[in-house]
């Protein structure tokens, strides 16, 4: 599969601080992919854990991997390379349009997106094809 673009969605180091992430969660329900980000707050004046959370919508597949690791999805980049830390979205995806192609041929119409994050304290990376992303406020979690 080939991608020969990308453009960016988010950039969680706008809020994360700078040595990243403490930990990183997923939880898929239905159609839909959470994962979790905890991190510590930038805040000075007291020590408190946060928890942002990108959700992806009407997903069809997602892939987890080590990073930097080997690559199990062989995607050709023909793009210039990517920052690691961002949330980004290839466009266009051979990958997406394959996806598209068999919902459209088994009567499903569906938009889908090749979405990918890589989390550098955590050393994993993401590839998601989804309808749609946000990123959400979760809560403080409890220590």
């Not at 000075?44 to 999805?73: N, Q, T, W």
């Not at 989390?119 to 403080?140: G, P, Q, R």
């Amino acid at each position: 599969m080939r991608v020969s673009g990308w453009q960016l969605v988010a950039d969680p180091y706008e809020w994360l601080p700078p040595y990243g992430e403490t930990a990183v969660s997923v939880l898929a329900l239905g159609s839909d992919l959470r994962i979790s980000i905890d991190y510590d707050s930038t805040d000075a004046d007291r020590y408190r854990l946060m928890r942002k959370d990108i959700l992806f919508s009407g997903v069809s597949c997602y892939h987890k991997e080590l990073f930097p690791g080997p690559a199990l999805l062989e995607i050709a980049y023909a793009c210039d390379k990517f920052d690691a830390g961002l949330l980004i979205e290839f466009v266009p995806s051979e990958l997406a349009e394959a996806v598209k192609n068999m919902s459209t041929a088994s009567g499903l119409v569906q938009d889908v997106h090749h979405y990918r994050i890589a989390f550098l304290s955590e050393n994993v990376k993401f590839d998601v094809l989804a309808k749609a992303v946000v990123i959400e406020d979760a809560y403080e979690p409890k220590a």
